[in-house]
């Protein structure tokens, strides 16, 4: 006759198979894809850590200003020199001059503390701090009126000014250089 099995080892038994069959697909559902290194791409480009990272750039459909411009800012006079300091919708017009230096295909042949006087071939014009030049479609240059300078909207927006930059000729520039230096400020931070 056959020997009888206590019933609390049948429900050990049992309950042993049904633990390895479900361990068995808890592991074939726990499986992990290879993941390629796409996946973990967001780490390197949102390291708040990294000391070499930039700003995002929106790739969109961007076009380029219809109008460049430069501005007097500012004249300064020191033991290395006089210079004239430029602000432009550009980095080629965002520039200290010195005497006999060039922007915009201009010759700065004299500086004073107001104004700069300009030459180019036969062309020569006095530019006053916060004055502007400005040509339309790479035309000729002419002088503005105002020193509010356009907003540009290439790729390279982010070193471009966040504000126009105005004048009024009565101050002789200084709400120029104090909205620039406020601007520049910003830029660092």
Do not use: C, H
């Not at 198979?17 to 808890?26: L, S």
């Not at 430069?70 to 200290?96: N, P, W």
């Not at 201009?106 to 502007?132: E, S």
């Not at 503005?144 to 000729?169: C, F, I, K, R």
Request: charged share 25%.
């Amino acid at each position: 006759m056959g020997r009888k099995f206590p019933s609390w080892k049948i429900l050990a038994i049992t309950a042993l198979v049904m633990a390895g069959d479900f361990t068995a697909r808890a592991q074939q559902t726990n499986r992990t894809s290879q993941a390629d290194f796409s996946s973990f791409q967001v780490i390197s480009e949102r390291n708040i850590f990294n000391p070499n990272r930039t700003a995002r750039r929106w790739r969109g459909n961007r076009t380029q200003p219809a109008a460049d411009a430069f501005a007097l800012v500012g004249t300064m006079s020191y033991a290395k020199g006089t210079f004239a300091f430029f602000d432009g919708t550009s980095s080629e017009y965002r520039k200290v001059v010195q005497n006999a230096g060039t922007i915009a295909g201009y010759k700065v042949t004299d500086i004073t503390p107001t104004a700069v006087k300009l030459a180019n071939g036969d062309k020569q014009l006095v530019m006053k701090v916060g004055t502007q030049m400005r040509r339309e479609e790479k035309g000729s240059w002419q002088v503005a009126a105002t020193s509010e300078l356009p907003v540009v909207t290439t790729e390279n927006a982010g070193s471009a000014p966040a504000e126009p930059v105005a004048s009024d000729s009565g101050s002789e520039g200084g709400d120029v250089l104090k909205r620039l230096m406020k601007q520049r400020e910003q830029e660092l931070q």
